[in-house]
Protein backbone atom coordinates (compact mmCIF):
# COMPACT_ATOMS: atom_id res chain seq x y z
CA UNK A 1 0.00 0.00 0.00
CA UNK A 2 1.23 3.42 -0.88
CA UNK A 3 1.96 5.25 2.29
CA UNK A 4 1.54 9.08 2.56
CA UNK A 5 4.13 10.82 4.03
CA UNK A 6 2.78 12.81 7.51
CA UNK A 7 6.14 14.21 7.59
CA UNK A 8 6.47 18.17 6.61
CA UNK A 9 9.05 18.40 3.80
CA UNK A 10 11.99 19.49 4.60
CA UNK A 11 14.55 19.44 1.94
CA UNK A 12 18.10 20.81 2.15
CA UNK A 13 17.87 24.70 2.59
CA UNK A 14 20.22 27.18 0.67
CA UNK A 15 22.47 28.12 2.76
CA UNK A 16 25.75 29.45 0.16
CA UNK A 17 26.45 32.93 0.37
CA UNK A 18 29.66 32.60 -1.57
CA UNK A 19 30.24 35.87 -4.49
CA UNK A 20 29.49 34.73 -7.75
CA UNK A 21 29.84 35.80 -11.00
CA UNK A 22 27.18 37.28 -13.11
CA UNK A 23 29.31 38.59 -16.22
CA UNK A 24 29.90 37.15 -19.74
CA UNK A 25 33.67 38.67 -19.49
CA UNK A 26 34.04 35.49 -17.35
CA UNK A 27 33.63 33.36 -20.33
CA UNK A 28 35.66 35.18 -22.89
CA UNK A 29 38.63 33.02 -23.56
CA UNK A 30 41.88 34.73 -22.46
CA UNK A 31 43.12 34.97 -25.92
CA UNK A 32 39.58 36.90 -26.90
CA UNK A 33 41.56 40.07 -26.64
CA UNK A 34 44.83 39.22 -28.81
CA UNK A 35 46.30 41.96 -31.35
CA UNK A 36 46.29 41.08 -34.99
CA UNK A 37 49.10 42.38 -36.62
CA UNK A 38 50.31 46.09 -36.34
CA UNK A 39 50.08 48.82 -38.39
CA UNK A 40 47.94 47.15 -41.69
CA UNK A 41 45.72 49.10 -43.25
CA UNK A 42 42.28 48.28 -41.91
CA UNK A 43 43.62 46.13 -39.36
CA UNK A 44 43.46 47.72 -35.47
CA UNK A 45 46.29 48.06 -33.81
CA UNK A 46 46.97 46.04 -29.87
CA UNK A 47 45.50 49.85 -28.40
CA UNK A 48 42.43 49.89 -30.77
CA UNK A 49 41.54 46.28 -30.67
CA UNK A 50 41.70 46.55 -26.93
CA UNK A 51 39.59 49.59 -26.71
CA UNK A 52 37.21 48.36 -28.65
CA UNK A 53 36.78 45.22 -26.82
CA UNK A 54 36.69 47.02 -23.50
CA UNK A 55 33.48 49.03 -24.77
CA UNK A 56 32.37 46.13 -25.84
CA UNK A 57 32.60 44.51 -22.47
CA UNK A 58 31.49 47.92 -20.76
CA UNK A 59 28.44 47.74 -23.12
CA UNK A 60 27.72 43.93 -21.87
CA UNK A 61 28.55 44.61 -18.15
CA UNK A 62 25.47 47.18 -18.28
CA UNK A 63 22.79 45.71 -21.06
CA UNK A 64 23.98 41.76 -18.96
CA UNK A 65 25.07 38.65 -20.63
CA UNK A 66 24.24 37.47 -24.07
CA UNK A 67 21.15 35.13 -22.86
CA UNK A 68 21.42 31.25 -23.08
CA UNK A 69 20.08 29.67 -26.26
CA UNK A 70 16.90 27.64 -26.48
CA UNK A 71 19.15 25.08 -27.66
CA UNK A 72 21.92 25.13 -25.47
CA UNK A 73 19.50 23.43 -23.14
CA UNK A 74 20.75 19.68 -21.53
CA UNK A 75 19.36 17.54 -22.50
CA UNK A 76 18.51 18.40 -25.53
CA UNK A 77 14.68 19.24 -26.36
CA UNK A 78 13.35 17.50 -28.90
CA UNK A 79 12.41 20.64 -30.51
CA UNK A 80 13.83 24.96 -30.82
CA UNK A 81 12.16 27.20 -33.01
CA UNK A 82 14.52 30.30 -31.85
CA UNK A 83 12.68 33.76 -31.64
CA UNK A 84 15.55 36.39 -31.82
CA UNK A 85 12.54 39.28 -31.63
CA UNK A 86 11.49 37.58 -28.53
CA UNK A 87 13.46 37.99 -26.25
CA UNK A 88 12.11 38.66 -22.56
CA UNK A 89 13.42 40.19 -19.39
CA UNK A 90 12.33 39.13 -16.17
CA UNK A 91 11.40 42.03 -13.71
CA UNK A 92 11.34 42.98 -10.39
CA UNK A 93 7.57 43.40 -10.26
CA UNK A 94 6.74 39.76 -12.02
CA UNK A 95 4.34 37.71 -10.26
CA UNK A 96 4.12 33.75 -11.63
CA UNK A 97 0.50 33.19 -12.83
CA UNK A 98 -0.27 29.33 -12.84
CA UNK A 99 -3.71 27.13 -12.76
CA UNK A 100 -4.48 25.76 -9.65
CA UNK A 101 -3.49 22.19 -10.18
CA UNK A 102 0.09 23.42 -11.48
CA UNK A 103 0.55 25.33 -8.28
CA UNK A 104 3.06 23.25 -6.98
CA UNK A 105 5.55 23.28 -9.79
CA UNK A 106 5.29 27.36 -9.36
CA UNK A 107 5.87 27.68 -6.14
CA UNK A 108 8.93 25.20 -6.73
CA UNK A 109 10.42 27.75 -9.30
CA UNK A 110 9.66 30.56 -7.57
CA UNK A 111 11.83 28.94 -4.73
CA UNK A 112 14.67 28.74 -7.64
CA UNK A 113 14.42 31.81 -8.61
CA UNK A 114 13.80 34.47 -5.52
CA UNK A 115 17.67 33.81 -4.04
CA UNK A 116 19.54 35.74 -6.80
CA UNK A 117 17.14 37.76 -8.62
CA UNK A 118 15.94 38.98 -4.73
CA UNK A 119 12.28 39.53 -6.55
CA UNK A 120 8.82 38.65 -4.71
CA UNK A 121 7.90 36.45 -7.45
CA UNK A 122 4.56 35.64 -5.91
CA UNK A 123 2.59 32.82 -7.00
CA UNK A 124 -1.30 33.67 -8.04
CA UNK A 125 -3.69 31.24 -9.59
CA UNK A 126 -5.28 32.11 -13.05
CA UNK A 127 -7.79 31.10 -15.36
CA UNK A 128 -6.43 29.40 -18.44
CA UNK A 129 -6.20 32.00 -21.23
CA UNK A 130 -4.77 34.82 -18.92
CA UNK A 131 -1.19 35.19 -19.29
CA UNK A 132 1.19 37.13 -17.08
CA UNK A 133 4.67 37.78 -17.39
CA UNK A 134 5.70 33.91 -16.32
CA UNK A 135 2.89 31.85 -16.91
CA UNK A 136 2.29 27.90 -16.10
CA UNK A 137 -0.52 25.97 -17.54
CA UNK A 138 -1.20 22.77 -16.90
CA UNK A 139 -4.34 21.50 -18.97
CA UNK A 140 -4.69 17.81 -19.71
CA UNK A 141 -5.51 18.30 -23.13
CA UNK A 142 -2.10 20.54 -24.03
CA UNK A 143 -1.37 20.57 -27.03
CA UNK A 144 1.97 19.99 -28.63
CA UNK A 145 1.43 23.36 -29.83
CA UNK A 146 1.82 24.98 -33.22
CA UNK A 147 4.95 26.06 -34.31
CA UNK A 148 5.44 29.63 -35.43
CA UNK A 149 5.05 30.08 -38.63
CA UNK A 150 7.87 29.49 -40.83
CA UNK A 151 9.80 27.88 -37.30
CA UNK A 152 12.51 25.27 -38.56
CA UNK A 153 12.04 22.33 -35.89
CA UNK A 154 15.05 20.46 -34.98
CA UNK A 155 13.55 17.29 -34.78
CA UNK A 156 13.87 13.98 -37.03
CA UNK A 157 10.63 13.03 -37.16
CA UNK A 158 11.35 10.02 -35.04
CA UNK A 159 9.64 11.46 -32.20
CA UNK A 160 6.81 12.96 -33.49
CA UNK A 161 5.98 16.54 -34.86
CA UNK A 162 4.58 19.61 -33.37
CA UNK A 163 1.31 19.47 -32.60
CA UNK A 164 1.35 15.81 -31.56
CA UNK A 165 0.09 15.35 -27.62
CA UNK A 166 3.09 16.27 -24.88
CA UNK A 167 2.44 12.70 -23.45
CA UNK A 168 3.10 12.12 -19.56
CA UNK A 169 6.21 14.54 -19.20
CA UNK A 170 6.50 16.51 -22.00
CA UNK A 171 5.98 20.63 -21.90
CA UNK A 172 6.04 23.29 -24.48
CA UNK A 173 7.96 26.74 -23.37
CA UNK A 174 6.87 29.84 -25.14
CA UNK A 175 9.06 32.84 -24.43
CA UNK A 176 7.82 36.38 -25.93
CA UNK A 177 8.93 39.91 -25.05
CA UNK A 178 6.27 39.96 -23.00
CA UNK A 179 6.47 36.97 -20.79
CA UNK A 180 7.46 32.95 -20.82
CA UNK A 181 4.27 30.69 -20.63
CA UNK A 182 4.48 27.12 -19.49
CA UNK A 183 2.05 24.17 -20.80
CA UNK A 184 2.18 20.67 -19.92
CA UNK A 185 -0.85 17.74 -19.80
CA UNK A 186 0.88 16.77 -16.31
CA UNK A 187 2.51 18.79 -12.98
CA UNK A 188 5.84 15.93 -14.29
CA UNK A 189 5.85 17.91 -18.02
CA UNK A 190 5.59 21.17 -15.94
CA UNK A 191 8.02 20.73 -13.89
CA UNK A 192 10.75 19.45 -16.54
CA UNK A 193 9.35 22.86 -18.12
CA UNK A 194 9.77 24.66 -14.93
CA UNK A 195 13.88 23.50 -14.68
CA UNK A 196 14.22 24.22 -18.67
CA UNK A 197 13.43 27.61 -17.84
CA UNK A 198 15.86 27.58 -14.90
CA UNK A 199 18.49 26.70 -17.41
CA UNK A 200 17.75 29.64 -19.72
CA UNK A 201 18.17 32.28 -17.40
CA UNK A 202 21.92 33.32 -16.51
CA UNK A 203 24.30 30.92 -14.47
CA UNK A 204 23.89 33.47 -11.63
CA UNK A 205 20.76 32.46 -10.74
CA UNK A 206 22.03 29.78 -9.12
CA UNK A 207 23.45 31.99 -6.55
CA UNK A 208 21.57 32.10 -3.32
CA UNK A 209 22.19 35.50 -2.42
CA UNK A 210 20.72 38.51 -4.43
CA UNK A 211 23.01 39.20 -7.82
CA UNK A 212 22.54 42.43 -9.89
CA UNK A 213 21.65 41.00 -13.32
CA UNK A 214 19.89 41.43 -16.28
CA UNK A 215 17.65 38.31 -15.77
CA UNK A 216 17.35 37.91 -19.48
CA UNK A 217 15.42 34.71 -21.61
CA UNK A 218 16.02 33.74 -25.75
CA UNK A 219 13.38 34.29 -27.14
CA UNK A 220 11.51 31.05 -28.93
CA UNK A 221 9.37 27.57 -28.62
CA UNK A 222 10.41 24.52 -27.04
CA UNK A 223 8.34 21.84 -27.42
CA UNK A 224 10.01 18.69 -25.71
CA UNK A 225 9.10 15.17 -24.49
CA UNK A 226 11.52 11.97 -23.70
CA UNK A 227 13.00 9.61 -25.91
CA UNK A 228 12.58 6.99 -22.74
CA UNK A 229 10.13 7.04 -19.89
CA UNK A 230 12.60 5.32 -17.27
CA UNK A 231 15.95 7.82 -17.01
CA UNK A 232 17.39 7.45 -13.37
CA UNK A 233 20.83 6.91 -11.10
CA UNK A 234 21.59 4.35 -8.80
CA UNK A 235 23.65 5.44 -5.23
CA UNK A 236 25.16 2.43 -3.23
CA UNK A 237 24.19 3.52 0.30
CA UNK A 238 25.31 0.55 1.36
CA UNK A 239 28.85 0.21 1.54
CA UNK A 240 29.16 3.63 2.56
CA UNK A 241 25.80 5.14 4.20
CA UNK A 242 24.71 8.84 2.98
CA UNK A 243 22.68 11.00 5.68
CA UNK A 244 18.94 11.72 4.40
CA UNK A 245 20.40 15.54 3.08
CA UNK A 246 22.99 13.90 1.17
CA UNK A 247 20.41 11.65 -0.95
CA UNK A 248 17.68 14.75 -1.04
CA UNK A 249 20.23 16.88 -2.53
CA UNK A 250 20.73 14.03 -4.94
CA UNK A 251 17.33 14.10 -6.09
CA UNK A 252 17.72 17.68 -6.73
CA UNK A 253 20.64 17.15 -8.98
CA UNK A 254 18.99 14.40 -11.02
CA UNK A 255 15.31 16.71 -11.20
CA UNK A 256 17.61 19.52 -12.82
CA UNK A 257 18.53 16.87 -15.52
CA UNK A 258 15.05 15.60 -16.01
CA UNK A 259 16.19 12.52 -14.43
CA UNK A 260 13.00 10.77 -13.11
CA UNK A 261 14.29 7.83 -11.08
CA UNK A 262 16.78 7.25 -8.17
CA UNK A 263 17.33 3.62 -7.48
CA UNK A 264 18.79 3.21 -3.74
CA UNK A 265 21.02 0.02 -3.68
CA UNK A 266 19.84 -0.18 0.42
CA UNK A 267 21.49 -3.37 1.69
CA UNK A 268 25.06 -5.47 1.15
CA UNK A 269 27.65 -7.52 2.84
CA UNK A 270 29.10 -4.17 4.58
CA UNK A 271 25.35 -2.61 5.60
CA UNK A 272 21.84 -2.91 5.71
CA UNK A 273 20.57 0.73 5.67
CA UNK A 274 16.49 0.22 5.93
CA UNK A 275 14.72 -1.07 8.72
CA UNK A 276 12.68 -4.10 8.31
CA UNK A 277 9.98 -4.09 11.78
CA UNK A 278 9.60 -7.28 11.85
CA UNK A 279 14.00 -7.87 11.80
CA UNK A 280 14.78 -5.40 13.86
CA UNK A 281 18.67 -6.78 13.60
CA UNK A 282 19.07 -5.96 10.20
CA UNK A 283 19.63 -2.07 11.05
CA UNK A 284 20.59 -2.64 14.52
CA UNK A 285 23.55 -4.71 14.17
CA UNK A 286 23.63 -5.24 9.91
CA UNK A 287 23.39 -1.23 9.77
CA UNK A 288 26.16 -0.92 12.19
CA UNK A 289 29.00 -1.29 9.74
CA UNK A 290 30.84 -0.11 6.25
CA UNK A 291 33.61 -0.02 4.39
CA UNK A 292 36.58 0.82 6.00
CA UNK A 293 35.14 -0.09 9.42
CA UNK A 294 33.43 3.70 9.12
CA UNK A 295 30.25 3.94 11.66
CA UNK A 296 27.93 3.21 8.79
CA UNK A 297 24.06 4.19 9.50
CA UNK A 298 20.54 3.11 8.43
CA UNK A 299 17.59 5.25 7.62
CA UNK A 300 14.00 4.71 9.78
CA UNK A 301 11.00 4.41 7.98
CA UNK A 302 10.42 7.99 8.54
CA UNK A 303 13.99 8.81 6.71
CA UNK A 304 13.28 6.92 3.88
CA UNK A 305 9.32 8.46 3.78
CA UNK A 306 10.86 11.61 3.52
CA UNK A 307 12.93 10.67 1.00
CA UNK A 308 10.54 9.56 -0.99
CA UNK A 309 8.45 12.38 -0.63
CA UNK A 310 10.98 15.07 -1.45
CA UNK A 311 11.73 12.58 -4.30
CA UNK A 312 7.99 12.53 -5.42
CA UNK A 313 7.35 16.02 -5.56
CA UNK A 314 10.77 16.62 -8.13
CA UNK A 315 8.61 14.33 -9.95
CA UNK A 316 11.29 11.43 -9.11
CA UNK A 317 10.24 7.71 -8.73
CA UNK A 318 12.47 6.21 -5.34
CA UNK A 319 13.32 2.72 -6.48
CA UNK A 320 14.29 0.59 -3.84
CA UNK A 321 16.92 -2.44 -3.99
CA UNK A 322 16.88 -5.62 -1.74
CA UNK A 323 20.25 -7.67 -2.65
CA UNK A 324 19.40 -11.20 -2.24
CA UNK A 325 20.83 -13.80 -2.29
CA UNK A 326 23.83 -12.25 -2.60
CA UNK A 327 25.70 -9.52 -1.02
CA UNK A 328 24.11 -10.90 2.26
CA UNK A 329 26.96 -10.59 4.64
CA UNK A 330 25.33 -7.69 6.72
CA UNK A 331 21.81 -9.72 6.98
CA UNK A 332 23.57 -12.80 7.96
CA UNK A 333 25.78 -10.94 10.97
CA UNK A 334 22.13 -9.75 12.27
CA UNK A 335 20.29 -13.54 11.77
CA UNK A 336 22.50 -16.35 11.61
CA UNK A 337 19.61 -18.51 10.91
CA UNK A 338 19.88 -17.05 7.64
CA UNK A 339 23.31 -18.48 6.42
CA UNK A 340 23.60 -22.34 5.02
CA UNK A 341 25.92 -23.02 8.09
CA UNK A 342 23.52 -21.38 10.54
CA UNK A 343 27.07 -20.14 12.24
CA UNK A 344 26.78 -15.77 11.95
CA UNK A 345 29.79 -15.13 9.42
CA UNK A 346 31.98 -11.91 11.29
CA UNK A 347 31.21 -8.74 9.86
CA UNK A 348 32.64 -7.72 6.73
CA UNK A 349 34.59 -4.03 5.93
CA UNK A 350 36.04 -5.13 3.14
CA UNK A 351 35.31 -4.69 -1.05
CA UNK A 352 34.79 -7.74 -2.38
CA UNK A 353 32.08 -9.39 -3.33
CA UNK A 354 30.37 -12.78 -4.31
CA UNK A 355 30.94 -15.09 -1.34
CA UNK A 356 27.94 -14.39 0.65
CA UNK A 357 24.10 -15.78 0.77
CA UNK A 358 21.39 -16.24 2.10
CA UNK A 359 20.16 -20.15 2.33
CA UNK A 360 18.15 -21.00 -0.32
CA UNK A 361 17.23 -24.40 1.04
CA UNK A 362 15.56 -23.21 4.35
CA UNK A 363 11.66 -22.16 4.89
CA UNK A 364 13.09 -19.35 6.93
CA UNK A 365 15.00 -17.32 4.08
CA UNK A 366 11.30 -16.77 2.40
CA UNK A 367 9.62 -16.00 5.57
CA UNK A 368 12.79 -13.42 5.88
CA UNK A 369 12.20 -12.33 1.86
CA UNK A 370 8.20 -11.92 2.43
CA UNK A 371 8.52 -9.99 5.49
CA UNK A 372 11.41 -7.41 3.93
CA UNK A 373 9.88 -7.08 0.68
CA UNK A 374 6.13 -6.46 2.07
CA UNK A 375 7.34 -3.86 4.78
CA UNK A 376 9.92 -2.09 2.04
CA UNK A 377 7.08 -2.19 -0.42
CA UNK A 378 4.61 -0.92 2.17
CA UNK A 379 6.95 2.23 2.23
CA UNK A 380 7.43 2.69 -1.29
CA UNK A 381 4.80 4.49 -3.25
CA UNK A 382 6.60 3.60 -6.70
CA UNK A 383 5.79 0.69 -8.84
CA UNK A 384 9.04 -1.02 -8.98
CA UNK A 385 11.00 -3.05 -6.14
CA UNK A 386 14.70 -3.96 -7.02
CA UNK A 387 15.49 -7.42 -5.60
CA UNK A 388 19.23 -7.44 -6.69
CA UNK A 389 20.49 -10.86 -7.76
CA UNK A 390 24.12 -10.41 -8.79
CA UNK A 391 26.95 -12.17 -8.02
CA UNK A 392 25.86 -14.91 -6.11
CA UNK A 393 28.54 -16.45 -7.30
CA UNK A 394 28.24 -19.61 -4.34
CA UNK A 395 25.10 -20.68 -5.24
CA UNK A 396 24.47 -23.24 -7.54
CA UNK A 397 22.84 -22.31 -10.70
CA UNK A 398 19.64 -24.30 -10.13
CA UNK A 399 19.04 -23.39 -6.31
CA UNK A 400 19.59 -19.62 -8.07
CA UNK A 401 16.87 -19.84 -10.29
CA UNK A 402 14.76 -21.33 -7.85
CA UNK A 403 15.10 -19.06 -5.12
CA UNK A 404 14.82 -15.97 -7.62
CA UNK A 405 11.70 -17.30 -9.24
CA UNK A 406 10.02 -17.87 -5.44
CA UNK A 407 11.31 -14.13 -4.80
CA UNK A 408 10.03 -12.74 -7.84
CA UNK A 409 6.75 -13.97 -6.93
CA UNK A 410 6.61 -12.90 -3.19
CA UNK A 411 7.05 -9.05 -4.82
CA UNK A 412 4.55 -9.49 -7.38
CA UNK A 413 2.30 -10.55 -4.15
CA UNK A 414 3.27 -6.94 -2.84
CA UNK A 415 1.72 -5.76 -6.04
CA UNK A 416 5.05 -3.97 -6.84
CA UNK A 417 7.16 -4.61 -10.28
CA UNK A 418 10.06 -6.66 -9.80
CA UNK A 419 13.60 -5.02 -11.19
CA UNK A 420 16.70 -6.88 -11.20
CA UNK A 421 20.19 -6.98 -11.95
CA UNK A 422 20.40 -8.99 -15.62
CA UNK A 423 21.40 -12.30 -13.84
CA UNK A 424 18.04 -12.70 -13.24
CA UNK A 425 18.04 -13.64 -17.21
CA UNK A 426 17.76 -17.30 -16.63
CA UNK A 427 14.51 -17.28 -14.37
CA UNK A 428 10.98 -17.58 -15.12
CA UNK A 429 9.34 -14.61 -16.55
CA UNK A 430 6.84 -12.38 -13.99
CA UNK A 431 4.69 -10.13 -15.07
CA UNK A 432 5.95 -7.10 -16.11
CA UNK A 433 9.59 -7.86 -15.01
CA UNK A 434 12.55 -5.42 -15.27
CA UNK A 435 16.04 -6.39 -16.01
CA UNK A 436 18.83 -4.23 -15.23
CA UNK A 437 21.72 -4.60 -17.66
CA UNK A 438 25.26 -3.77 -16.48
CA UNK A 439 27.45 -5.84 -18.90
CA UNK A 440 30.56 -4.57 -21.13
CA UNK A 441 29.74 -6.43 -24.44
CA UNK A 442 26.72 -5.51 -25.62
CA UNK A 443 26.18 -9.47 -27.04
CA UNK A 444 24.16 -11.12 -24.13
CA UNK A 445 21.61 -14.20 -25.87
CA UNK A 446 20.51 -14.73 -21.97
CA UNK A 447 19.48 -11.49 -21.51
CA UNK A 448 18.06 -10.63 -25.38
CA UNK A 449 16.35 -14.33 -24.93
CA UNK A 450 14.88 -13.36 -21.34
CA UNK A 451 13.20 -9.50 -23.07
CA UNK A 452 11.57 -12.35 -26.03
CA UNK A 453 10.33 -13.77 -22.75
CA UNK A 454 8.54 -10.33 -22.05
CA UNK A 455 11.63 -9.18 -20.13
CA UNK A 456 11.75 -4.97 -20.12
CA UNK A 457 15.30 -3.55 -20.09
CA UNK A 458 17.31 -0.53 -18.31
CA UNK A 459 20.55 -0.64 -19.90
CA UNK A 460 23.97 0.47 -17.61
CA UNK A 461 26.46 -0.90 -19.68
CA UNK A 462 29.10 -0.48 -16.78
CA UNK A 463 31.68 0.39 -19.66
CA UNK A 464 29.73 3.95 -19.91
CA UNK A 465 27.31 4.26 -17.93
CA UNK A 466 29.16 3.15 -14.14
CA UNK A 467 29.59 6.44 -12.41
CA UNK A 468 32.33 4.77 -9.80
CA UNK A 469 34.86 4.20 -12.83
CA UNK A 470 37.62 6.88 -12.72
CA UNK A 471 37.57 9.45 -15.47
CA UNK A 472 41.19 9.37 -16.16
CA UNK A 473 44.45 7.51 -14.24
CA UNK A 474 44.41 9.58 -11.68
CA UNK A 475 41.25 10.13 -10.84
CA UNK A 476 41.50 9.98 -7.09
CA UNK A 477 38.83 7.90 -5.81
CA UNK A 478 36.68 4.89 -8.17
CA UNK A 479 37.19 1.70 -9.93
CA UNK A 480 38.81 1.18 -13.14
CA UNK A 481 37.51 -2.58 -13.88
CA UNK A 482 35.09 -1.80 -16.44
CA UNK A 483 37.78 0.91 -17.94
CA UNK A 484 37.98 4.67 -17.73
CA UNK A 485 34.94 6.43 -18.39
CA UNK A 486 35.72 10.03 -19.39
CA UNK A 487 32.47 12.46 -20.63
CA UNK A 488 32.91 11.48 -24.00
CA UNK A 489 32.61 7.97 -23.50
CA UNK A 490 29.22 8.57 -20.70
CA UNK A 491 27.88 10.23 -23.75
CA UNK A 492 29.27 8.33 -26.68
CA UNK A 493 26.44 4.96 -26.77
CA UNK A 494 23.27 4.08 -27.38
CA UNK A 495 20.64 3.00 -25.51
CA UNK A 496 18.34 2.10 -27.80
CA UNK A 497 20.77 -0.30 -29.61
CA UNK A 498 22.93 -1.57 -27.44
CA UNK A 499 22.13 -4.97 -26.25
CA UNK A 500 22.18 -7.04 -29.42
CA UNK A 501 19.26 -8.89 -30.26
CA UNK A 502 16.73 -6.16 -27.99
CA UNK A 503 14.95 -4.31 -29.85
CA UNK A 504 14.24 -0.06 -28.48
CA UNK A 505 10.66 -0.80 -27.89
CA UNK A 506 11.66 -3.32 -25.28
CA UNK A 507 14.22 -0.69 -23.40
CA UNK A 508 12.46 1.08 -20.52
CA UNK A 509 15.22 3.56 -20.35
CA UNK A 510 18.88 4.21 -19.09
CA UNK A 511 20.61 4.09 -15.12
CA UNK A 512 23.69 5.46 -13.83
CA UNK A 513 24.80 3.55 -10.97
CA UNK A 514 27.17 5.19 -8.52
CA UNK A 515 28.97 2.19 -6.56
CA UNK A 516 29.93 3.80 -3.36
CA UNK A 517 33.24 1.13 -2.38
CA UNK A 518 35.92 4.36 -2.46
CA UNK A 519 33.02 7.37 -2.20
CA UNK A 520 32.11 8.63 0.98
CA UNK A 521 31.31 11.96 0.96
CA UNK A 522 28.40 14.21 -0.82
CA UNK A 523 31.60 16.22 -2.78
CA UNK A 524 32.67 12.78 -4.11
CA UNK A 525 29.66 12.01 -4.76
CA UNK A 526 29.18 15.01 -7.39
CA UNK A 527 32.49 14.76 -8.15
CA UNK A 528 31.65 11.47 -9.88
CA UNK A 529 28.52 12.17 -11.04
CA UNK A 530 29.26 15.72 -12.65
CA UNK A 531 29.61 15.97 -15.21
CA UNK A 532 28.89 12.81 -16.53
CA UNK A 533 25.62 12.48 -14.71
CA UNK A 534 23.77 15.01 -17.55
CA UNK A 535 25.18 12.85 -20.58
CA UNK A 536 23.44 9.85 -19.21
CA UNK A 537 20.14 12.09 -18.57
CA UNK A 538 20.67 13.80 -22.67
CA UNK A 539 21.03 9.69 -23.65
CA UNK A 540 17.49 9.14 -21.73
CA UNK A 541 15.90 11.92 -22.49
CA UNK A 542 17.19 13.72 -25.89
CA UNK A 543 16.11 12.01 -29.58
CA UNK A 544 18.48 10.19 -31.29
CA UNK A 545 18.81 12.70 -33.59
CA UNK A 546 20.00 15.87 -31.67
CA UNK A 547 23.10 13.35 -30.35
CA UNK A 548 26.49 15.31 -31.13
CA UNK A 549 29.42 15.02 -29.33
CA UNK A 550 31.09 18.51 -30.49
CA UNK A 551 28.23 20.23 -29.41
CA UNK A 552 27.24 18.17 -26.22
CA UNK A 553 30.29 19.29 -24.97
CA UNK A 554 29.98 23.01 -25.51
CA UNK A 555 26.28 23.02 -24.37
CA UNK A 556 27.77 21.17 -21.54
CA UNK A 557 30.37 23.92 -20.66
CA UNK A 558 28.09 26.60 -19.86
CA UNK A 559 26.92 24.54 -17.04
CA UNK A 560 30.40 24.76 -15.21
CA UNK A 561 29.76 28.29 -13.59
CA UNK A 562 26.26 27.00 -13.02
CA UNK A 563 27.61 24.59 -10.60
CA UNK A 564 30.16 26.65 -9.09
CA UNK A 565 27.41 28.98 -8.20
CA UNK A 566 25.53 26.39 -6.55
CA UNK A 567 28.36 24.95 -5.01
CA UNK A 568 27.81 21.63 -6.31
CA UNK A 569 31.28 20.03 -7.03
CA UNK A 570 32.71 18.74 -10.37
CA UNK A 571 35.31 17.13 -12.36
CA UNK A 572 37.30 19.93 -14.25
CA UNK A 573 37.06 17.40 -16.78
CA UNK A 574 39.44 18.76 -20.03
CA UNK A 575 37.65 17.61 -22.58
CA UNK A 576 34.67 20.18 -22.22
CA UNK A 577 35.47 24.02 -22.74
CA UNK A 578 34.85 25.68 -19.61
CA UNK A 579 34.45 29.11 -19.28
CA UNK A 580 37.22 30.83 -17.40
CA UNK A 581 35.53 31.30 -14.52
CA UNK A 582 35.34 28.01 -13.64
CA UNK A 583 38.31 26.95 -11.39
CA UNK A 584 40.77 24.16 -11.32
CA UNK A 585 39.03 21.45 -9.39
CA UNK A 586 41.10 17.86 -9.60
CA UNK A 587 40.08 16.51 -6.63
CA UNK A 588 36.65 16.08 -4.87
CA UNK A 589 37.64 17.48 -1.63
CA UNK A 590 39.85 20.92 -3.01
CA UNK A 591 37.30 22.70 -1.66
CA UNK A 592 37.29 22.95 2.09
CA UNK A 593 33.77 23.18 3.71
CA UNK A 594 32.03 22.58 0.46
CA UNK A 595 31.04 19.42 1.41
CA UNK A 596 28.43 21.19 4.35
CA UNK A 597 26.78 23.19 1.84
CA UNK A 598 23.51 22.02 0.98
CA UNK A 599 21.19 22.86 -2.37
CA UNK A 600 17.42 24.30 -2.38
C1 LIG B 1 29.69 -4.87 -9.46
S1 LIG B 1 27.30 -4.18 -10.88
C2 LIG B 1 28.64 -4.92 -8.56
C3 LIG B 1 28.74 -4.18 -7.30
C4 LIG B 1 30.04 -3.47 -7.17
C5 LIG B 1 30.43 -2.87 -8.48
C6 LIG B 1 31.66 -2.03 -8.42
C7 LIG B 1 26.67 -5.09 -9.84
C8 LIG B 1 25.29 -5.45 -10.05
N1 LIG B 1 27.43 -5.50 -8.83
O1 LIG B 1 28.53 -5.06 -6.22
O2 LIG B 1 29.90 -2.48 -6.19
O3 LIG B 1 30.61 -3.90 -9.41
O4 LIG B 1 31.86 -1.36 -9.62
Redesign the pocket.
Known sequence: MPTTPTAPETGPEPTDTRPTSTSTRDQVPPSAGAAAGEGLPGVPTPAAELARVAAGRAAEALAGPAPVRLDDVVPAPEQVFPDPAGDFTLGADAALRVSPAGRDVAEQLATWLRPATGFPLPVADAPVGEDGPLTLTLSPSAPGGAAAPGARATDDGSGGSVGDGLGDEGYRLDVAATGVRITAATSAGLFHGAQTLRQLLPAAIESRTPVAARWAVSGGTIVDRPRFPYRGAML?VA?HFFAVEDVLRMVDHLARYKLNHLHL?LT?DQGWRIAVDSWPRLTEVGGATAVGGGPGGWYSGDDYRRIVAYAARRHVTVVPEI?LPG?TNAALVAYPELASGKVAPPPYTG?E??FSYVDPDDERTYAFVADVVGEVAALTPGPWLHL????AFKVPAGSYRAFVERAQRLVEATGKTVVG?H?LAPAGHVDGRVL?W?GTNGDDPETAEAVRRGARLIV?P?NHA?L??KYAPDTPIG?D??GLIDVRRAYEWDPGTHVRGVPAEAVLGVEA?L???SVSTRAEVEYMLFPRLPAVAELGWSPRKTHDWSRFRSRLAGHGPRWTTAGITFHNSPEIPWPVTVPPQHRPTDRPGHDRTPLG
Not at 388 to 391: F, L
Open positions: DRHDDHTVGGGDEWQQWSAYDMHWAPWTE
